[in-house]
């Protein structure tokens, strides 16, 4: 991966993850009443902190290896609020607070994020 092919992939991350959060926040809306206090805000906030990061990872120019530390470990950090969610996703389907067509569509979103990230946490721990 090329310094290039590096900041596309750090770019990328943005509007997938906003169309991500997007859809996750339509079907957080018809969630019970109950739930949507619960384990709706929980997954909301892991969402906006994930978000954050991806914010705070954009800013950081990859001129020092403790630069690229710090990119290792907000992309580990991204990468730690993905698997959250994906847990909670399949609570969220195990009590059938969503359909299995909902959970696919957002599992599919987080693999693709997963896939950036992935690519990225590959390319600064071998090359750091």
């Known amino acids: ?40 805000t929980e997954y909301k906030q892991s969402m906006y902190q994930m978000l954050s990061e991806i914010m705070i990872l954009n800013k950081i120019k990859n001129k020092s290896n403790q630069e690229a530390m710090k990119i290792l470990d907000i992309l580990n950090r991204i990468d730690s609020k993905l698997n959250t969610q994906r847990i909670y996703l399949r609570i969220m389907k195990k009590n059938r607070w969503i359909d299995e067509k909902k959970f696919k569509i957002a599992m599919e979103l987080i693999y693709e994020i997963g896939k950036i990230l992935g690519g990225l946490i590959k390319y600064y721990a071998k090359n750091n």
Do not use: H, N
Not at 13 to 33: D, F, G, W
């Open 1 to 40: 991966m090329s310094l290039k092919q590096e900041q596309d992939s750090k770019l990328a991350l943005i509007p997938k993850s906003e169309r991500y959060i997007e859809y996750m926040l339509e079907i957080m809306i018809k969630l019970p009443r109950i739930e949507k206090f619960s384990i709706g």
